[in-house]
């Protein structure tokens, strides 16, 4: 029970803070750039000694309980309360996405690591657009005897329990970009399958290359 006891003592020393450090800031006008420092500071402030405490005496994380409390406090206090109601700008959202990030990490982070995955992808198949010619093909830049046409390709993108059938289609989408490049054939064929994690869960995007040869 004892040990309990810090964790307690952790999340009301923390919202101590948080609030005192509110209350000083409205007092002393701590305001930058028309946006009261309270909104950023306390939050973090608050989930800093609590989680310095527990992690010192309780020996486990209490989950930012007080950051959340401090989070909720100073947003209804400038939001319905004080003579001059906070407006929208530039700093106002900035500011209260700060201040979410310091009473919510957890899910802040794995949003953000989540959209920059997304982007990330988004990019990449911009640049393998811009790279890849339309029929799906990168030329070798040589032809060795007539033989040798260049890379085929063929790509299927779909559930990761749909792998069987994504891998036939990215094989067939190859074999037909292999015939339009006037080919008889595909030798040193490669399959790959990438994983794409995004905030609508994983996809799978199987891709198939190969040799296109003819004669």
Same mark, same amino acid.
Not at 44 to 56: K, Q, T
Not at 70 to 94: D, H, K, L, R, S
Not at 128 to 143: A, H
């Given at each position: 029970?004892?040990?309990?006891?810090?964790?307690?003592? /952790?999340? /009301?020393?923390?919202?101590?803070?948080?609030?005192?450090?509110?209350? #000083?800031?409205?007092?002393?006008?701590?305001?930058?750039?028309?946006?009261?420092?309270?909104?950023?500071?306390?939050?973090?402030?608050?989930?800093?000694?609590?989680?310095?405490?527990?992690?010192?005496?309780?020996?486990?994380? !209490?989950?930012?309980?007080?950051?959340?409390?401090?989070?909720?406090?100073?947003?209804?206090?400038?939001?319905?309360?004080?003579?001059?109601?906070?407006?929208?700008?530039?700093? !106002?959202?900035?500011?209260?996405? #700060?201040?979410?990030?310091?009473?919510?990490? !957890?899910?802040?982070?794995?949003?953000?690591?989540?959209?920059?995955?997304?982007?990330?992808?988004?990019?990449?198949?911009?640049?393998?657009?811009?790279?890849?010619?339309?029929?799906?093909?990168?030329?070798?830049?040589?032809?060795?005897?007539?033989?040798?046409?260049?890379?085929?390709?063929?790509?299927?993108?779909?559930?990761?329990?749909?792998?069987?059938?994504?891998?036939?289609?990215?094989?067939?989408?190859? #074999?037909?970009?292999?015939?339009?490049?006037?080919?008889?054939?595909?030798?040193?064929?490669?399959?790959?399958?990438?994983?794409?994690?995004?905030?609508?869960?994983?996809? #799978?995007?199987?891709? /198939? !290359?190969?040799?296109?040869?003819?004669?």
């Amino acid at each position: 029970m004892g040990r309990y006891r810090w964790a307690v003592i /952790a999340v /009301a020393a923390g919202l101590g803070a948080g609030l005192l450090s509110a209350i #000083l800031s409205v007092r002393f006008q701590l305001v930058v750039f028309g946006f009261n420092i309270m909104y950023i500071v306390s939050p973090l402030l608050a989930g800093f000694v609590e989680s310095y405490i527990a992690g010192r005496k309780y020996g486990a994380s !209490t989950g930012a309980v007080s950051a959340i409390l401090v989070f909720f406090a100073v947003n209804i206090y400038g939001w319905f309360f004080p003579a001059e109601p906070i407006e929208w700008n530039v700093f !106002t959202v900035g500011g209260l996405m #700060l201040a979410f990030q310091a009473a919510f990490p !957890t899910a802040v982070n794995f949003l953000l690591a989540a959209i920059i995955t997304y982007l990330l992808g988004l990019a990449g198949k911009g640049v393998g657009d811009l790279l890849v010619p339309k029929n799906g093909s990168i030329p070798l830049g040589y032809d060795a005897g007539g033989e040798m046409l260049g890379i085929a390709a063929g790509e299927a993108v779909g559930k990761p329990d749909e792998i069987t059938e994504l891998r036939r289609l990215a094989v067939e989408r190859m #074999l037909q970009n292999a015939e339009a490049m006037g080919a008889v054939g595909v030798v040193d064929i490669d399959v790959e399958v990438t994983v794409l994690r995004g905030l609508g869960g994983e996809v #799978l995007a199987v891709t /198939a !290359t190969g040799t296109a040869v003819k004669g």
